[in-house]
Protein backbone atom coordinates (compact mmCIF):
# COMPACT_ATOMS: atom_id res chain seq x y z
CA UNK A 1 0.00 0.00 0.00
CA UNK A 2 1.07 3.50 -1.00
CA UNK A 3 0.62 6.50 2.22
CA UNK A 4 0.95 10.05 2.09
CA UNK A 5 1.73 11.70 5.52
CA UNK A 6 1.56 15.62 5.46
CA UNK A 7 3.16 17.84 8.27
CA UNK A 8 3.56 21.38 8.49
CA UNK A 9 0.74 23.19 9.28
CA UNK A 10 -0.40 25.07 11.83
CA UNK A 11 -1.82 28.50 12.97
CA UNK A 12 0.44 31.27 11.70
CA UNK A 13 -0.35 35.24 11.22
CA UNK A 14 -1.26 37.37 8.21
CA UNK A 15 1.61 37.94 6.11
CA UNK A 16 3.48 34.65 7.57
CA UNK A 17 4.70 31.47 6.26
CA UNK A 18 4.74 27.77 6.85
CA UNK A 19 6.52 25.06 5.25
CA UNK A 20 4.23 21.69 4.06
CA UNK A 21 5.60 18.35 3.53
CA UNK A 22 4.43 15.43 2.23
CA UNK A 23 6.23 11.95 2.15
CA UNK A 24 5.05 9.12 -0.28
CA UNK A 25 5.92 5.85 1.12
CA UNK A 26 5.44 2.19 0.23
CA UNK A 27 6.06 0.31 -2.57
CA UNK A 28 6.30 2.73 -5.31
CA UNK A 29 7.73 2.83 -9.10
CA UNK A 30 7.02 6.08 -10.25
CA UNK A 31 4.97 8.61 -9.13
CA UNK A 32 3.42 11.24 -12.03
CA UNK A 33 2.91 14.38 -10.79
CA UNK A 34 2.57 15.36 -6.80
CA UNK A 35 0.23 18.55 -5.63
CA UNK A 36 -1.60 19.87 -2.97
CA UNK A 37 -5.18 20.63 -2.68
CA UNK A 38 -7.27 22.65 -0.13
CA UNK A 39 -10.87 23.20 1.17
CA UNK A 40 -12.12 25.73 3.39
CA UNK A 41 -15.68 24.93 5.47
CA UNK A 42 -18.44 25.05 3.36
CA UNK A 43 -16.20 24.96 -0.13
CA UNK A 44 -15.15 22.44 -3.08
CA UNK A 45 -11.77 21.23 -2.40
CA UNK A 46 -9.73 23.03 -5.08
CA UNK A 47 -5.68 22.52 -6.84
CA UNK A 48 -3.34 24.89 -5.14
CA UNK A 49 -0.24 23.74 -7.07
CA UNK A 50 0.89 21.01 -8.68
CA UNK A 51 4.08 19.70 -10.37
CA UNK A 52 5.38 16.96 -12.46
CA UNK A 53 8.28 14.78 -12.70
CA UNK A 54 10.43 16.90 -15.09
CA UNK A 55 9.44 19.63 -12.76
CA UNK A 56 6.57 21.53 -14.71
CA UNK A 57 4.63 23.08 -12.03
CA UNK A 58 0.92 25.00 -11.93
CA UNK A 59 -0.66 27.24 -10.02
CA UNK A 60 -4.09 28.38 -8.77
CA UNK A 61 -4.60 31.89 -9.23
CA UNK A 62 -5.24 32.66 -5.82
CA UNK A 63 -1.49 31.69 -4.73
CA UNK A 64 0.80 32.72 -7.58
CA UNK A 65 3.86 34.76 -6.41
CA UNK A 66 2.75 33.74 -2.64
CA UNK A 67 3.52 29.78 -2.96
CA UNK A 68 5.98 27.37 -4.52
CA UNK A 69 6.07 23.83 -5.07
CA UNK A 70 8.82 21.71 -5.06
CA UNK A 71 9.38 17.83 -4.97
CA UNK A 72 12.60 15.79 -4.21
CA UNK A 73 11.67 12.23 -6.89
CA UNK A 74 14.36 10.55 -4.63
CA UNK A 75 11.99 10.91 -1.87
CA UNK A 76 8.79 10.67 -3.03
CA UNK A 77 8.44 14.36 -1.29
CA UNK A 78 6.65 17.38 -2.30
CA UNK A 79 6.83 20.75 -0.43
CA UNK A 80 4.86 23.82 -0.61
CA UNK A 81 6.42 27.07 0.55
CA UNK A 82 3.83 29.27 1.37
CA UNK A 83 4.59 33.16 2.03
CA UNK A 84 2.67 35.82 2.28
CA UNK A 85 -0.68 34.02 4.06
CA UNK A 86 -4.02 35.54 4.37
CA UNK A 87 -7.04 34.31 6.23
CA UNK A 88 -8.48 33.07 2.40
CA UNK A 89 -5.76 30.72 2.67
CA UNK A 90 -7.18 28.79 5.85
CA UNK A 91 -7.92 25.40 5.10
CA UNK A 92 -7.05 21.82 5.01
CA UNK A 93 -4.41 20.83 2.77
CA UNK A 94 -4.67 17.60 1.21
CA UNK A 95 -1.66 16.30 -0.99
CA UNK A 96 -2.51 14.10 -3.77
CA UNK A 97 -0.12 11.62 -5.92
CA UNK A 98 -1.19 11.28 -9.06
CA UNK A 99 -0.94 7.83 -11.31
CA UNK A 100 1.38 6.17 -9.01
CA UNK A 101 3.09 2.65 -9.93
CA UNK A 102 3.83 0.72 -7.63
CA UNK A 103 5.99 -1.66 -9.91
CA UNK A 104 7.01 -1.31 -13.53
CA UNK A 105 4.42 -3.18 -14.47
CA UNK A 106 1.51 -2.36 -12.68
CA UNK A 107 -1.50 -0.01 -13.59
CA UNK A 108 -1.67 3.43 -12.10
CA UNK A 109 -3.63 4.35 -9.33
CA UNK A 110 -4.07 8.13 -7.14
CA UNK A 111 -3.58 8.53 -3.46
CA UNK A 112 -4.19 11.26 -0.97
CA UNK A 113 -3.02 12.15 2.11
CA UNK A 114 -5.17 12.92 5.28
CA UNK A 115 -4.80 16.67 5.13
CA UNK A 116 -3.07 19.10 7.55
CA UNK A 117 -5.06 22.15 9.17
CA UNK A 118 -3.29 25.97 8.18
CA UNK A 119 -5.47 28.03 10.06
CA UNK A 120 -4.19 31.70 9.18
CA UNK A 121 -5.38 34.17 11.72
CA UNK A 122 -3.83 37.39 14.13
Known amino acids: QVQLVESGGGLVQPGGSLRLSCAASGSIFSINAMGWYRQAPGKQRELVAV???????NYADSVKGRFTISRDNAKNTVYLQMNSLKPEDTAVYVC????????????????WGQGTQVTVSS
Open 96 to 111: KADRVRRYSWSSSLDF
Open 51 to 57: VTTGGST
